[in-house]
């Protein structure tokens, strides 16, 4: 599977889970992609790929890709048996009743034709091929549990009708490699043993016989398949030994098996195959839905003058921070301290960060530029909460090298302590290292 259609795939999965279960935790991750520019639909798909990789999704699908092509190998080698059974079954005895031989080589395969025919053109809901039911169970037991259950539906939802085509072009292709074993198998019998050739009936007559062969003949008759004399057809009521009548009727099999068994099969999966590539390739997010819409408005780009390409020209600008100086990436910031507060340094001071707003401006700052230093002072008589490490940790993410500066000794200065955080005063902004 191509890598456009696994991503999508996995965006379609997230958009699953989180109408079930609620949103990720995916500020940063949003953060990350808004930083990107480009179109709207890659943002999207490339926030799902980092959530699948952040809580196990990517891998689940990786394991269920593997087993599924694991599975499918052992079908393929169980249909080269399947096909070498279907002609030694048919040849089992000498001389070989013909329309029996012809039956029990194109029966089975004349009648899942007819069954996934149906299947596709009235029971859409339908698989219409125990080949394929066998296939996905095989796979099934092959990844257990170590896959995510939104996965399957996920994929059912993002492929709709194109799944018929698949599930076609596999169905047809296990029944070529099972033709074309048994041709093999055929065409070595039939080169190194003797066999005679004869047809028995109890209803029809000999002349009946005569017009079914013809008309059985007369297509793989243009490929080159002779179709046998007339007088050799009536005398074959009874098996003839003659090595140019044995000739003719192996050649006249062959031709029927190859033009109405093998050809049919492969033009099918063919077929199947070309409108699954071509329709795939159309594959598009549902950005009409109102999921994928409130997202759109989540990812807006952070840089200005991005051109949205899914919106047919409309240029979008957010400018998430206008007013920091530049200074050469060396940046102090406060955290949770009031607004009294001075900072005694000549380094730029971004400022306070004890809104919401405001830490969300310097992290989409630092996500477009990471700082080279960043010195974050904070005040001990305030206690090191989940809520206010995990935003130090976010901010020591986004810069090259990062410093904590207690600016006194508080309340909880013991507490923040024996944290080990990195300790630097503003004379380490100052400092070439």
């Known amino acids: 599977m191509r890598e456009k259609l696994k991503s999508l795939w996995l965006t379609e999965t997230i958009h699953l889970i989180e109408s079930q279960s609620g949103r990720f935790a995916d500020q940063d991750i949003n953060r990350q992609v808004k930083a990107m520019p480009t179109s709207l639909v890659n943002r999207i798909v490339m926030r799902a790929t980092l959530l699948s990789k952040q809580n196990g999704l990517y891998l689940a699908q990786k394991v269920m ?38 039956f029990s080589l194109l029966g089975v395969h004349f009648i899942t034709l007819i069954i996934w025919l149906c299947s596709l053109l009235f029971f859409s809901r339908f698989g219409g091929s125990l080949l394929i039911h066998c296939w996905l169970w095989i796979a099934e037991k092959l990844y257990q549990k170590k896959t995510v259950k939104q996965l399957v ?21 296990f ?34 016989i005569t017009q079914l062969t013809h008309y059985l003949g007369y297509l793989p008759s243009w490929f080159g398949f002779s179709i046998p ?11 003839l030994s003659a090595g140019d009548i044995r000739s003719s009727w192996a050649i006249w099999l062959l031709g029927v098996f190859i033009f109405y068994g093998l050809i049919v099969r492969l033009f099918l999966m063919i077929f199947c195959g070309v409108i699954w590539m071509l329709s795939s390739r159309k ?19 952070l840089v200005t003058n991005v051109e949205d390409e899914d919106k047919l020209g409309e240029i979008r600008w957010q400018l998430p921070i206008s007013q920091i100086e530049e200074g050469h990436g060396i940046y102090l910031v406060a955290v949770d301290i009031v607004d009294s507060w001075k900072p005694a340094t000549i380094v730029p001071f971004y400022g306070f960060l004890n809104t919401r707003e405001q830490r969300i401006a310097i992290l989409d700052y630092l996500q477009l530029k990471p700082a080279k230093k960043l010195l974050i002072a904070i005040d001990t ?18 810069s090259q090298q990062s410093r904590i ?22 004379n380490w902004l100052e400092q070439d290292n």
């Not at 007339?230 to 009874?238: A, F, N, P, T």
């Open 65 to 102: 890709l593997r087993s599924i092509k694991l599975s499918f190998l052992l079908l393929l080698f169980f249909s080269l048996f399947i096909g070498s059974s279907l002609t030694f079954g048919a040849l089992s005895q000498n001389p070989i009743n013909l329309y029996w031989a012809l």
């Open 381 to 398: 008589d305030r206690a090191p909460d989940r809520g206010l490490l995990n935003f130090i940790q976010q901010l020591i993410n986004k």
């Open 229 to 239: 004399k007339d007088e050799v057809i009536k005398l074959s009521e009874h098996a």
């Open 175 to 208: 029944w070529t490699v099972i033709l074309t074993s048994a041709l093999i198998v055929l065409l070595v019998l039939f080169s190194t043993q003797h066999y005679s050739f004869e047809w028995k009936t109890t209803l029809l007559s000999a002349d009946s």
């Open 153 to 173: 539906p996920a994929f059912v939802s993002l492929f709709g009708y194109r799944i018929h085509w698949l599930l076609g072009f596999v169905l047809n292709l």
């Open 283 to 301: 594959l598009k997010l549902n950005l009409d839905d109102p999921d994928y819409q409130i997202l759109a408005r989540q990812l807006q780009p």
């Open 405 to 426: 500066w207690f600016i006194n000794q508080g309340k909880q200065f013991h507490n923040w302590q024996s944290l080990s955080l990195p300790l630097a005063n503003p």
